[in-house]
């Protein structure tokens, strides 16, 4: 039985979580526009920036999966998992995640990625 190899778990995952990052970083941008902020511009080139970083990792990641015809489908969810479908050169294996697993991890990424767009803000 094949297997898919681990170098591919990260493009695979990436490809969960960085549209769930987008869609985090959408609502906060609009909760911002519409919020009582006395200042609203640093917040939002902060949510800006980050949102460009992870749509060029997001750009990055789906070239890689197209370059080694790799793909995910997303299959089912309930309460307390979502399942994946990995493909990989005929090789399909399905990963069951559970979602406080993924709202976790993507609350990481998104610290991460506001780092990545603090340390932009203060050198520009």
């Known amino acids: 039985m094949a297997y898919i190899p681990i170098e ?3 493009y695979f995952e990436a490809a969960i979580y960085l549209p769930m990052l987008l869609i985090v970083l959408e609502k906060d941008y609009t909760e911002i526009e519409n919020g ?3 200042f609203k511009s640093p917040y939002i080139y902060l949510i800006e920036e980050a949102r460009r970083n992870v749509e060029i990792d997001l750009k990055n990641t789906k070239a890689y999966l197209r ?8 299959k089912s ?3 307390l998992f979502s399942e994946y479908e ?7 294996e399905i990963r069951r995640y559970a ?3 993924l709202r976790n991890h993507v609350e990481e990424l998104l610290k991460l990625y506001l780092k990545k ?3 932009s803000y203060s050198n520009g």
């Open 77 to 79: 969810r309930d309460d």
């Open 117 to 119: 767009a603090l340390i």
């Open 8 to 10: 591919t778990v990260p």
């Open 99 to 101: 979602n406080i697993r």
């Open 86 to 92: 990995f493909h990989y050169a005929g090789t399909l």
């Open 67 to 74: 370059k080694h015809q790799l793909k995910v489908v997303r």
């Open 36 to 38: 009582q902020f006395k």
